[in-house]
């Protein structure tokens, strides 16, 4: 089976930054996904590691570690508009297609 | 900038009920999902659809669930006999290429009540 495992809340500083980890077990991996959903919303990609090291978009960055199923997601020059509700997710391999799992997501806040 | 749409975007049901919840992917995208999320929980996947065909669902898609792409376009979603547990947000998805990029593109979502 698979299992994500990430903090359920963060709250962080206006213009702070802050590091969201998520853990990952799972029988097959070909790669760690994030999103971002504000209440009420659709889920929307931020970004996506399929090998070991930091991507960079902007003020958002994700790394991964395979070796020790671990990423995280660092939010830079956190802005009001960043509270949201964050996932992570795993790419899995399923017969023809490939589906992704989601973790149970980390509420961000963030105070003025 | 081209994108998923879903509808209807609320529907209230009596519990026995059925309820299609419809979806156009992005016209490119060979790969279609259904996922739903109750209120406050994580968003869970239900079924995965390529080449007009299910390719792989999960434990909560049993019987009571049926995708359909009934035209070029339009893929859909029945839920057959409603129960109470079934109240949530459903989200269709597409991607191309079999998420090559990690990517999918969610639709706004269908609420589903079930009363």
């Known amino acids: 089976g698979q299992s994500l495992e990430q903090p359920s809340e963060v709250t962080a500083v206006e213009g702070a930054i802050v590091q969201i980890n998520c853990t990952y077990q799972t029988s097959g991996f070909y790669g760690l996904s994030w999103y971002q959903q504000h209440d009420g919303g659709a889920p929307t990609f931020l970004s996506y590691?399929?090998?070991?090291g930091l991507e960079e978009t902007g003020r958002f960055s994700s790394f991964l570690s395979r070796s020790d199923s671990y990423g995280y997601l660092l939010l830079q020059e956190l802005q009001m508009k960043d509270s949201a509700s964050y996932f992570c997710a795993v790419r899995d391999l399923g017969s023809s297609a490939s589906k992704i799992i989601f973790g149970s997501g980390t509420r961000l806040s963030i105070r003025p | 900038e081209p994108e998923v749409t879903q509808t209807p975007s609320h529907q209230v049901t009596q519990m026995g009920q059925e309820v299609i919840l419809r979806c156009v992917p992005i016209s490119n995208h060979l790969y279609f999902y259904w996922y739903r999320q109750i209120l406050g929980q994580k968003v869970e996947f239900l079924v995965s659809?390529?080449?007009?065909?299910?390719?792989?669902k999960s434990e909560i898609f049993d019987d009571q669930f049926s995708v359909e792409r009934p035209d070029g376009s339009n893929f859909t979603l029945k839920i057959r006999s409603t129960k109470l547990e079934d109240s949530a947000m459903y989200f269709c998805?597409?991607?191309?290429?079999?998420?090559?990029?990690?990517?999918?593109?969610f639709g706004e979502g269908s609420r589903l009540t079930v009363l």
């Open positions: 590691n399929a090998l070991d």
């Open positions: 659809f390529y080449n007009n065909e299910i390719s792989e």
């Open positions: 998805a597409s991607s191309d290429r079999g998420l090559g990029t990690g990517e999918l593109f």
